[in-house]
């Protein structure tokens, strides 16, 4: 989520990944893929360092997590034999 703020001040967060297009006319306009339409007082150029920065803020996380276990290339040993 970035954080921006409305024309009145107050700030609310928004997902950067649902926002189809941001228009500067002269207030910046962030358009939703929903159709929504949020007027922030950010100029559009920092808006998208707000998205730049939240983007490498996920790519850095997921390199910090542990890989998934893999399965062993060797085979498995068989089970016991029972007599």
Known sequence: ???????????????????????????????????????????MEQVIELIAGFRARVVAGASRVEPAATASTEPAAPPPRSI
């Open 1 to 43: 989520m970035i954080a921006v703020t409305r024309l009145n001040g107050t700030r609310f967060a928004v997902n950067p990944d649902l926002i189809e297009r941001i228009q500067e006319h002269p207030d910046t306009v962030l358009l939703m893929v929903n159709g929504a339409r949020y007027v922030v007082l950010e100029p």
